[in-house]
């Protein structure tokens, strides 16, 4: 478990800068703490990084007195001493700007006073923005310092932070609170799993059972847009669910979606989510009810503020041991002076993953040998067509997780968001497929087939649908972080965005237990 004495001091303030000093740190201190020492006939070696997990929220003052309720989550780990550094997110949840969002990484430094007292200091930067919030290109960077008072299990404390977008007109102190929450990311090296090599299930990485591949249809009842015209038009939505079992039938996740059809371009979700789930007739069909709640908005849907609930029933049914479908019908609506009421019904693609932690549904099989993972966090450049004017050149935030299903196979989920050429609110999800393979030495090449929902910013997306291809070269910096660097074309499927794309990222490389 993490103490107080590790974490991380403020990065530079440019978006690619934190990426590159955030995988560079995890280079160093990633595989610091080893369970197990590997041997011909076993698994690899086990290794764990203390994480934290921080739920904060604070009230940022905008032009012309209006305020604004931000909550942000941030998942740190420990990387050297007193350092930690990873990915979070920021979005509204009070005032009038439902829909901001702002993903990006932030670095901190810890220091202790004593066992129940310590200070961090740290900074994020991102880029985002939403709901024609004054962001300008959408870059913001967020110092910060907070003070810790430690409880068992977690801490929290007060927090004093400043709020800049650095071309736009917010620029804000204020005061806050934190709740942190201490976990481990249990990993083996990537470099040292075999094919078929067996294992004893404890690498289990974020702890998720499953993922589901979401495809959301939201019919509005008694809504209004942001220009207080009636909204009528069904809203198409594709996402990801990450789950995991708590107990029995007891779950949570998170999931976040982002709208592909109905004109709303721009509109995204970002929730925290909990059910529960039965099994009927033997293994192969469940039943279940859950509740979510987190941050909507975006695409002139007036959500408020930007809190947004949702409740929902459905099945699953496991096609195979691996793979499910499910469907689900309920209802979402804005919580916080908004004007959003939506009856919905989806579709998704459950797939079962790594090590099961409860019983019934989820337990009838074992961890039998080792897949790898990559988090990836950088940026990329493109020329995008706008709606009110001629193409210009923007960049882009890019977090993604890979999940190799074959040595040379993966699929993919990535999100994008622009900091910079006057694209402030423009965001993308994607899903997909890829394919690595080894050249010579740490050299690796790769190429990605995506689709997904973009819009906001003034970016020409239309209805929202995007298509991405690319190729990179990849080149190991250690055993468990890579450079990489791509490109290839973005292209909106109705839109005029249509263009050769650059990027470069870091990327943490590990391997997690799985079931066959």
């Given amino acids: ?224 847009l942001t220009s207080g015209e009636p909204m009528t038009q069904t809203v198409g939505l594709v996402g990801l669910r990450a789950e995991r079992t708590i107990e029995g039938p007891l779950w949570a996740g998170i999931e976040a979606a982002g709208a592909a059809r109905g004109g709303v371009a721009g509109y995204a979700e970002v929730l925290g989510t909990a059910g529960l789930r039965w099994p009927v007739l033997g293994d192969r069909l469940a039943l279940g009810v859950r509740g979510a709640l987190g941050l909507g908005g975006g695409g002139a849907i007036d959500t408020g503020g930007g809190l947004l609930g949702k409740a929902a029933a459905g099945a699953t049914l496991r096609v195979t041991d691996a793979l499910g479908i499910g469907a689900e019908v309920g209802v979402a609506r804005a919580l916080r002076h908004g004007d959003f009421t939506a009856t919905t019904a989806s579709l998704s693609l459950n797939w079962q993953l790594d090590v099961p932690r409860g019983t019934g549904f989820d337990a009838h099989a074992a961890p039998s040998d080792a897949t790898r993972g990559e988090f990836i966090s950088g940026v990329e450049r493109y020329r995008a067509g706008r709606r009110d004017g001629p193409a210009r050149d923007l960049e882009a935030v890019v977090l993604a997780y890979n999940r190799f299903v074959t040595p040379r196979f993966y699929v993919t989920g990535q999100a994008h ?31 990605e087939a995506l689709a997904g929902a973009a819009g906001g910013g003034g970016v020409d997306t239309r209805g929202g649908e995007l298509l991405q291809a690319r190729a990179y070269a990849d080149v190991a910096l250690s055993p468990t972080v890579s450079l990489r660097v791509g490109g290839g074309r973005v292209k909106s499927v109705h839109g005029s965005v249509d263009a050769p794309e650059i990027d470069a990222a870091i990327v943490f490389r590990f391997g997690i237990d799985r079931r066959r």
């Fill in 417 to 447: 968001s622009a900091f910079g050429g006057g694209a402030g609110a423009y965001s993308v999800g994607l899903f997909g497929l890829g394919t690595q393979w080894p050249v010579a030495g740490p050299v690796r090449v790769g190429a």
């Fill in 1 to 224: 478990m993490t103490d107080l004495r590790r974490p991380t001091a403020p990065f530079p303030g440019r978006p690619l800068a934190v990426a590159l000093a955030c995988g560079l740190a995890l280079a160093c201190g990633a595989a610091a703490a080893q369970d197990a020492a590997a041997t011909p006939d076993a698994a690899p070696a086990l290794h764990r990084l203390d994480a934290r997990t921080r739920i904060g929220a604070e009230r940022v003052h905008l032009p012309g007195g209006e305020r604004m309720g931000l909550v942000g989550l941030t998942v740190l780990g420990h990387v050297h001493d007193e350092f930690w550094a990873g990915p979070g997110v920021y979005g509204a949840a009070t005032g009038q700007r439902g829909g901001l969002f702002v993903p990006g990484f932030e670095g901190a430094w810890s220091h202790p006073f004593s066992e129940w007292l310590a200070v961090d200091v740290g900074v994020f930067a991102g880029g985002g923005g939403g709901a024609n919030a004054p962001v300008g290109g959408g870059l913001m960077l967020r110092p910060h310092v907070d003070l810790v008072l430690r409880l068992p299990g977690f801490y929290m404390g007060p927090t004093w932070s400043q709020v800049r977008f650095t071309n736009g007109a917010i620029n804000s102190h204020q005061f806050g609170w934190m709740f942190n929450f201490d976990s481990n990311f249990r990993f083996r090296r990537a470099d040292d799993l075999r094919e078929g090599q067996p294992t004893d299930g404890r690498a289990d990485g974020l702890g998720f059972d499953r993922i589901d591949a979401t495809l959301t249809a939201e019919r509005p009842r008694h809504s209004r």
